[in-house]
């Protein structure tokens, strides 16, 4: 996969013996929450840890006993056992873009 980035899929990095979810579980809880039950993951297989530099995000590096250390991954159905999950309020961001250009006119002798 090189250092492409996969913008529109979940995306499994799979370090062997471990596997693990890159960023971005809130796409699949968000899709399960619709009522998905299927989508399209992208497995990119390492096979040492220099690798990892590579396949996963810089999240992933800074922290990779995080999402390689522990006996399991997290799996989707753990975002809704209601037992250690907690749905957290977020107020809504509105982002506003402003673009500003110049025209600017210039004579030039050839």
Known sequence: MGATRWQSAMVAVV???MWGRAPGYHRAVAL???GITHAPCI???VTRRDELAVAAGSTVNKTPFFYFGKKRPPLLKDFFDPK???VLPVRRIRRVVEIEFE???FDLVE
């Open 103 to 105: 025209v600017r006119k």
């Open 84 to 86: 250690i999950r907690k």
């Open 15 to 17: 370090l062997r013996p």
């Open 32 to 34: 399960r929450e619709l």
């Open 43 to 45: 497995i990119e297989t």
